[in-house]
């Protein structure tokens, strides 16, 4: 467990330090990045068609094939509660600290859908009066994770001794997996737990692809 990193943020409870200690927003439990570039077994010097000329060699042979593919679980959240829904009697709007609101459920759906990915009826607000912090701890909820998986397929002709000639094509998010915006995680919000917009960092926005020409000399 990590303290949560925020800058310029005073800690809620300066009695009990360990208030704010747990999964820190930005980190990742599980990351795999894998980068590559693999020549298919197919064309002249190669394994299958090493004799190949002609139509079949410019067709089939000598293509290249390459790869970053990033898969990774969601960024930690921390569920909180407006200022003015706060009646713990912590005076939280004049510390300018955030309020959390009690843990009364894990949070965390098994089988989480785009419409409930968080489970708001695990939460709830701390007495009014209590005069003291909610019991929701920093970075208990994990949002959903992100697969982005960019290819590319690219070859170089021998134009003349000194002329080539490369055709690439390029695409990003392959597959066209959805990878959506970590979800509004304000208890208050209608939109607490919902996932409403899709990600573009890390290549893993709506698929793009592009085809591309390149005279070398």
Known sequence: ML???VNSTAATDRFNMR??????????????????LFPPPFGKGRAAGSNWRGVPQA???????????LVQSGPYQTPTVTAGQDQSNTDV???????????????NFAHPTPAQYYDKSA?????????????SGTGI?????????AAGLAKTFSVSEKLRLR???TFTNL????NFVPPNVQWSSPLFGRLTSVQSAENSGNRKGQVALRLEF
């Open 59 to 69: 067709a089939l042979g000598g293509w290249e094939l390459s790869t970053v593919t």
């Open 141 to 149: 909820l994990e949002g959903p994770g992100t697969v982005a998986i």
């Open 167 to 169: 055709m690439e094509g």
């Open 123 to 135: 939460f709830a607000l701390v007495p009014k009066g209590a005069g003291r912090f909610g019991t």
């Open 19 to 36: 208030y704010d200690r747990g999964n820190v927003a930005g980190t990742r439990h599980g990351r795999l990045l894998l980068t590559g």
């Open 93 to 107: 709007s004049g510390r300018f600290v955030s309020s959390r609101p009690d843990r009364i459920g894990d949070g």
């Open 175 to 178: 597959p066209n997996h959805p």
């Open 3 to 5: 303290s949560e990193e």
